[in-house]
C-alpha cells in the first residue's frame, strides 16, 4: 500500500483513536481496492465482511425501493470510511455501494480489527466514534430536509464544498447533478430551479464549476428562517 494510504489510513476516525501497534497490525493485513466509475462495490443485502476508508475519489450509498427508485443515503470521499457497524455484527448491508468517480480503497477485514477490539477494549471507542459522526450525518440530512428549502439546502451544500472561508469563491461540483439531487432529496428538476434561485445570492452555475460571490452572503441565506427563503423563491 501507498505510504499516503497509510497515513490518510492512520489519520481516518476509524483508526486515529487507536493505540499506534493497533493500527499497525489493522493496516498491515488491509488492502486496496480501485473500482472504476459505476462499478458496485457491495449490493444490498449481501453479507458483510469489511470496512473501507476512501483513499481516492467518490462513493455513493443508496437503498432501491421495490418500485425501484434509488435514494442516497451517503456520500463520501477522501478519508471517509463507511460499512463499520454492520461488518462487526456479520449482518447484510443494508444500503448497496458504488464507485461514483474512479476511485481507491482501502479495505479492512472486519474479522481483523474485531480480534483487535477483543485484545484492546478501548478500540471500540474508535468504532463507536466513527459510528456516531455517521449517524449525525444522517440526523444532519434529515434535519435540513425538514427545516431548509430545496434551495438553501444546495447554497449548504456548496458552502460544504467551498475551499474558501469568505469572499468569493469556486466550488468544483464532485459529481453528476443527478447524484447531487438524490444526495439533498431532491429530483434533478428541483435542483436546475434551486440552482437558478440562487443566482439571487451570487451564485453562478456553469457546468461543473459553482461560482459565488459572497461566501458570507450564501451563510447568511443558509441560516435564514424557511420562510424568509421561501418569500425570496426558494422552494
Not at 27 to 43: K, M, N, P, Q, V
Not at 136 to 149: D, R
Request: glycine share 6%; charged share 25%; net charge negative.
Amino acid at each position: 500500500m501507498k505510504p499516503e494510504f497509510l497515513t490518510l489510513a492512520r489519520r481516518s476516525l476509524l483508526l486515529a483513536a487507536s493505540p499506534e501497534h493497533v493500527a499497525k497490525t489493522v493496516l498491515d493485513s488491509a488492502h486496496t481496492r480501485t473500482c472504476t466509475r459505476g462499478e458496485t462495490i457491495f449490493l444490498q443485502g449481501e453479507r458483510a465482511s469489511a470496512i473501507y476508508i476512501v483513499a481516492e475519489g467518490w462513493v455513493k450509498l443508496y437503498r432501491l425501493a421495490p418500485s425501484g427508485t434509488e435514494a442516497v443515503v451517503g456520500v463520501f470521499t477522501k478519508g471517509s470510511s463507511f460499512g463499520e457497524a454492520v461488518a462487526f455484527r456479520h449482518d447484510t448491508y443494508p444500503v448497496a455501494a458504488e464507485a461514483v468517480t474512479d476511485c481507491t480503497l482501502i479495505r479492512i477485514e472486519a474479522d481483523v480489527l474485531l480480534r483487535q477490539i477483543r485484545e484492546n477494549p478501548e478500540v471500540a471507542i474508535a468504532i463507536l466514534s466513527a459510528t456516531f459522526v455517521h449517524l449525525h450525518g444522517l440526523v444532519a440530512q434529515v434535519e435540513a430536509l425538514k427545516a431548509q428549502t430545496g434551495a438553501q439546502r444546495v447554497a449548504e451544500f456548496l458552502l460544504e464544498l467551498a475551499p474558501c472561508p469568505d469572499g468569493a469563491c469556486e466550488v468544483t461540483l464532485p459529481y453528476d447533478k443527478v447524484l447531487i439531487a438524490g444526495r439533498l432529496g431532491m429530483k434533478p428538476e428541483s435542483l436546475s430551479r434551486a440552482f437558478a434561485r440562487l443566482k439571487e445570492q451570487g451564485v453562478t452555475i456553469r457546468q461543473t464549476i459553482a461560482h459565488i460571490d459572497d461566501i458570507a452572503v450564501l451563510r447568511t441565506y443558509v441560516e435564514e428562517d424557511p420562510a424568509l427563503a421561501w418569500s425570496k423563491g426558494g422552494q
